[in-house]
């Protein structure tokens, strides 16, 4: 398949964050679980993870899952021990749905992947 996004980039298209990480399309639902900030607004950083845009939060763009929990809360950034750990495990047994990129009809969709 043709790439479709550039590599690091991150944007939506409709109820997904779609974008490339090292060098692979990724789809994931677009809401964080942590305070619901939009995902297609984050980043991509060196370990290819999904970043949050509010606190940091790191997510696995394969699996959907949360890798580092947030550095903050609310309009606080920095930080929580205890709380980071916490909103951690919440994601980790909620992941983000993971979605696949196909082209059909010239232009770009997201499927469900099944888990
Ligand atoms: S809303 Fe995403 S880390 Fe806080």
Known sequence: MTEAWLPGTVRRLGGWAVGNSRGTDFA????????????SEGSIDADG???????????????????????????WHGPTPGYTQL???LGRVVPLRVGRVVREAGRMVVRPRER
């Open 87 to 89: 909103i951690r495990g």
């Open 28 to 39: 994931v639902s677009r809401r964080c679980r942590h305070q619901f900030a939009d995902l």
């Open 49 to 75: 993870c999904l970043v949050c845009p509010w606190h940091q939060s790191r997510y696995d763009v394969t699996t959907g899952r949360m890798v580092s929990g947030p550095r903050g809360f609310l309009g």
